[in-house]
């Protein structure tokens, strides 16, 4: 469903009338999203600012995700630091341009990276001061601002610590910042050790297929193995299940898994039949026909898989319902149904497909920022999707032997036939309350699933990633 405000801001003529009427209505910036299948050089051209400061330790790591990705890199570091950009530079054909820490003319860059693992105490946040401050109005439209960092819980000192986690209080602010521009801003931290799974992320982060995710946290860790990382078709060969498919997220979901190179099996309940097998055929898949919440779909799943794949590869549990009500006045069914649907079938159908998922498979689970804040007439679902948290931290542990991943995405307010169904008012109001003021598109979640489902994921796991645009709601 169209945004009214940002088709709105798009129209000369209606800017020019509500400038004269003198209206405070926000337009926000149309995002820059990519379409079509991942490429080899996704920043292009693209002008990416690093900063690699005294101290920094993942400068090479950084110049090889930037330059193998075709950025334009401009480089804010000491000799060191040039040297080793120099060297990665050669090998892709994008030589560093050297540029000062503290001031700024390179611009309106698509992109803002800060190294600061090398901050060990609080004076050393100056640095994020000196980068950011001369740079962050002329980031570009729907441009990137990225902070890598090490985790608080591994530093070796109390200070340290400290210093690390107001990485986290500075991203969120800047994501708000720089929100109304369409831009965005993340934090990862990087455990050590784990320094060769962090291209894949920076590559993803960077591109403009992370277009609603702001403000959030990831980390990168070395407890599943990384194996080959194709960066185009990264998907080629791989059998990925995707419940709720018929519609919506789901389908946007199959559609981008199968662009990738994935055989698709598009899952719905019996009732949506005919648009189960019309995203089929899209994808070049499978329907395959069962109530989630049926004793026998796990079992009726997996013959399916083994007689027709042999097994599976990715499984996302995409299906979901909301029965919304105040605790007060809410009938048993409405609650049962939602547990039933949105918690109990996921945890079912993975201990039904767990013994057929591969080695090195992806486990998406959907949650959702309700499951993380709460909402009012949502006891229900909040439930719900908060015991979906619970689950994926408690199962990533126990799939990391077979190099698999479990995640889950928490999707803030997007654009579907469920919102469009809200009133008029309340939905101008809940689309405005996050960074980038304005819902994500079905598409946005589906890149992120996406990547989850890539080889290249295998540094994310056991981890909650809210795709909201930087939601103000439970930040």
Same mark, same amino acid.
């Given at each position: ?128 001061? !000196? ?159 069962? !109530? ?184």
């Amino acid at each position: 469903m169209a945004d009214f405000l940002v088709e709105l801001g798009t129209n000369p003529t209606a800017r020019n009338v509500i400038k004269t009427l003198g209206l405070p209505i926000p337009m926000p910036a149309k995002l820059v999203r990519d379409v079509g299948a991942w490429q080899e050089r996704p920043l292009q051209d693209r002008a990416i600012v690093v900063g690699s400061p005294a101290g920094a330790e993942l400068t090479a790591v950084i110049a090889e995700a930037v330059a193998g990705a075709g950025g334009d890199p401009r480089v804010a570091g000491d000799e060191s630091a040039l040297a080793a950009w120099r060297k990665v530079g050669e090998a892709y054909g994008r030589p560093p341009t050297p540029v000062g820490m503290t001031d700024a003319e390179e611009g309106k860059p698509w992109a803002l990276v800060l190294d600061a693992t090398g901050i060990t105490d609080p004076a050393g946040l100056r640095v994020l001061y !000196d980068f950011f401050h001369p740079r962050v109005k002329a980031l570009g439209r729907s441009g990137r601002a990225i902070v890598i960092g090490r985790a608080p819980e591994r530093r070796k000192s109390p200070a340290a610590a400290a210093a690390a986690s107001a990485l986290e209080g500075f991203v969120r602010s800047l994501g708000r910042e720089v929100g109304r521009g369409g831009a965005t801003a993340n934090l990862v931290y990087v455990q050590s050790g784990a320094e060769d799974r962090l291209i894949p992320v920076l590559r993803f982060l960077l591109s403009p297929r992370s277009a609603y995710v702001s403000g959030q946290p990831w980390r990168v860790e070395s407890t599943v193995e990384l194996k080959a990382a194709p960066t185009v078709r990264p998907l080629d060969g791989k059998v990925a299940v995707v419940t709720g498919a018929a519609r919506g997220i789901g389908a946007a979901t199959a559609r981008a898994l199968a662009r990738e190179g994935a055989r698709v099996v598009v899952v719905d309940r019996p009732e949506d039949d005919a648009q189960a097998a019309l995203v089929a055929r899209e994808c070049g898949g499978k329907p395959f026909l069962g !109530d989630v919440t049926a004793a026998d779909t796990a079992e009726r799943l997996k013959a399916f898989l083994v007689e027709h794949y042999g097994g599976v590869d990715i499984v996302v549990h995409n299906a979901g319902i909301t029965r919304d009500k105040m605790l007060g006045n809410m009938d048993e069914p409405r609650w049962d149904s939602t547990i039933e649907v949105n918690l109990s079938s996921v945890i079912r159908l993975h201990e039904g497909l767990d013994s057929i998922l591969r080695e090195g498979g992806r486990v998406i689970c959907t949650s959702s920022i309700a499951g993380i804040s709460g909402n009012v007439g949502q006891t229900n679902y909040s439930a719900s999707k908060a015991g979906i948290i619970g689950l994926v931290k408690a199962l990533a542990p126990t799939t990391k032997k077979r190099a698999i991943t479990v995640n889950a995405i928490a999707p803030g307010f997007i654009e579907t036939r469920l919102t469009a169904a809200i009133p008029v008012a309340t939905r101008e109001v809940a689309r405005r309350l996050s960074n980038v003021a304005q819902g994500g598109l079905p598409e946005d979640i589906a890149e992120v699933v996406t990547f989850l489902a890539t080889p290249g994921s295998a540094g994310v796991t056991g981890q909650i990633l809210r795709v909201c645009g930087g939601s103000f709601v439970g930040a």
